[in-house]
């Protein structure tokens, strides 16, 4: 392998954006035209009754300026969510964040009040507008908009919880990323006794020592009781908060609303999760497996997700970079030209510093048409799959931004389509170089994803799914929090393991994330789709990339079920298509399990 090492940037560029971070006289400009234009819009909205609803002009000029808006919203979503995560102590940002909400909070009422006009149009004024031409390549967004206005309470009970919901709901999701930005971790090296943020503790349990990733495992551990209480306090209160609001809408089910947002079916994720189910012999044998290459009986936790090498194999962050451009070079050079672009631009934070978060994400700014991908570098040989993740959803971003802007929005399922499939490009092109002993090392971390995905995700789903259902009836205690944690792991792992995760609830930073409930099942339906889309890359050829592209490019505009019809032929609600993403998965546990006997 030829690769060019250079120096790449450890930080990303926000001064490009906005210059002077949550200082940024510039973003205060920003904001405060956003929050005018939002006032000027809601003007508009309340005139509509003046002008007749069969006028194109007048819809064409609403739906333009809510597209703006839209965009440059999302701008300034993603600037504050940037500097927070790259400083959980950084007040001005904190601040910025309360701002931002009330400013969400004016655009929600006039979009209701919007959605409300839409839902009273009669069918005749419906069609008119969107069978003109101007309004054909939104008219998905806009009949999904109108059809769930047909489940929402009245105008004035929504923007009612709305408005709650800033210093109620909202409030508790902040509460949760305070407590966790000033919990440090005690880890001692080189003699020293250093405090380590979560974000970086968590970045040990992928030591190649069994002892540091239990002794971290265990202080992390010891942390989140310290502030169980509390924390438990929130988690009742975010999901009572849901629940709540559901009941007034009338809805049954905590899975309605997530389901609605990632546009894919009940019968579809169930198809799904029977699937994993029936195939779970498969990963409990590579777990058993794994389990004797470390000399235990049975894994823990802290052993699930750690790599099985016993030499810790370092990595500068410039040979990352080249490894996986290398590698992104080989399946399809636009891919390639376009992670280039990242990095050059420098889009990418990295930097190993004890203020951040923990995690890794990808943002878009639509109004620049950028994205930024945050992560913390450990030195490790995984993060050439993080950042070929990461990378897979700003691609799939850049994509897209050129459509109109309410047809950018895919569901969480759908988003997690490129960053899989380029991670998985990665993976096998680092397998198809290597020698025997590399390749058993890889297919290990690769496989590795596959329990994280499918099991580990698994289990956080059947502690959600049966929280809520006990959350219904009352307050749910810290003691129950832990039993129904642990009673899913090992349902999900087939009590494979020796010892279990009872603070899950507690460290992982999706359940606390207000807009996004059930932060779980997306992830395992974007690994398997991916896999399966993948398979399918194999059998195309050459042939492949461009159909992918156009499937990227029409996830903000369908169903998951409608997309994987038109581009694969396939249906997501039978199990033949989860089947096939599942028999790659087993198939690289008979080459790992071959290779280490």
């Known amino acids: 392998m030829n690769n060019q090492i250079q120096d790449y940037s450890l930080k990303w560029d926000l001064d490009v954006l906005f210059a002077g971070g949550s200082s940024s006289s510039e973003f205060q400009n920003y904001i405060e ?77 006039v979009l209701k009040k919007l959605d409300q006009i839409f839902f009273q149009m009669n069918e005749y004024e419906w069609r008119n507008m969107l069978d003109s031409t101007k309004f054909s390549s939104i008219s998905f967004p806009l009949e999904e908009r109108r059809q769930r206005m047909s489940e929402l309470l009245t105008l004035e009970s929504e ?56 002794e971290v495992f265990h202080s992390l551990n010891d942390a989140w009781q310290r502030e169980e209480d509390l924390i ?101 050079p636009e891919l390639a030209d376009f992670a280039k672009e990242a990095f050059k631009e420098r889009w990418i934070e990295a930097e190993n510093r004890p203020e951040k978060r923990g995690g890794a994400f990808c943002t878009y700014f639509p109004d ?26 700003a691609y799939h971003q850049y994509v897209m931004r050129n459509l109109p802007k309410l047809v950018q929005s895919c569901g969480m399922s759908l988003a997690e389509t490129a960053s899989t499939f380029t991670e998985l490009i990665v993976s096998d092109a ?52 832990k039993e129904l944690t642990v009673q899913a792991q090992q349902e999900a792992f087939s009590d494979s393991l020796s010892e279990y995760h009872p603070w899950l609830w507690a460290s992982r930073h999706h359940y606390y994330i207000t807009q996004v409930p059930f932060y779980n099942f997306p992830y395992t339906f974007g690994y398997l789709f991916s896999t399966g889309l993948y398979k399918r890359s194999m059998d195309d050829g050459f042939t492949f990339f461009n159909k992918y592209v156009n499937l990227l490019q029409d996830t903000g505009n369908m169903q998951a079920e409608k997309l994987a019809q038109k581009y694969l032929n396939v249906d997501l609600t039978s199990p033949e298509f989860w089947q096939s993403g599942i028999d790659l998965i087993k198939k690289d546990i008979d080459d790992f399990l071959e290779l280490t006997e």
């Not at 019968?267 to 994993?276: G, Q, Y």
């Not at 289990?459 to 307050?475: S, V």
Request: hydrophobic content about 40%; glycine content about 4%.
């Open 430 to 481: 680092a397998i198809a170089e290597a020698t025997s002993k590399q390749k058993t090392l890889l297919l290990e971390e690769k496989i590795r994803q596959a329990v994280s995905s499918l099991i580990g995700m698994q289990a956080r789903f059947l502690f959600e799914t049966r929280f809520y259902n006990e959350r219904k009836m009352g307050f749910v205690s810290v003691k129950r929090l």
């Open 159 to 214: 923007n009612l919880a709305s408005d709650l919901a800033i210093d109620g709901y909202h409030a508790w999701g902040d509460m949760y990323s305070s407590i966790v930005s000033r919990i440090t971790i005690p880890f001692s090296e080189d003699r020293r006794t250093h405090q380590l943020s979560v974000g970086q503790a968590m970045n040990k349990l992928d030591s190649t020592d069994r002892t540091i990733r239990q």
């Open 368 to 393: 620049s048409k950028q994205s930024r991908i945050f992560t913390t570098f450990s030195g490790t040989s995984s993060v050439v799959s993080m950042l070929a993740h990461e990378l897979g959803h």
């Open 232 to 332: 438990a306090s929130i988690l009742n209160h975010l999901s009572g908060f849901r629940l709540s609001l559901y009941r007034h809408r009338g809805w049954d089910s905590p899975l309605k609303e997530p389901l609605d947002n990632n546009r894919i079916s009940e019968e579809t994720l169930f198809t799904m999760w029977e699937v994993i189910d029936q195939n779970k012999e498969s990963l409990l044998k590579f777990l058993e497996r794994k389990a004797e290459l470390l000399g235990v009986k049975k894994l823990t936790w802290s052993d699930v997700y750690a790599p099985i090498s016993k030499k810790e194999i370092s990595i500068t962050y410039d040979e990352a970079v080249s490894t996986l451009l290398y590698r992104l070079q080989r399946f399809d």
């Open 33 to 109: 035209s956003l929050e005018r234009d939002i006032k000027k819009f809601d003007d508009l909205i309340n005139t509509i009754g003046q002008h007749s609803l069969k006028e194109l002009s007048i819809w064409k000029d609403i739906l333009d300026r809510w597209q703006d808006l839209l965009c440059r919203l999302g701008e300034a979503e993603s600037f504050i969510s940037c500097l927070t995560a790259q400083n959980m102590r950084d007040m001005g940002a904190q601040g910025l964040i309360g701002r931002l909400s009330i400013i969400e909070t004016m655009y929600s009422a």
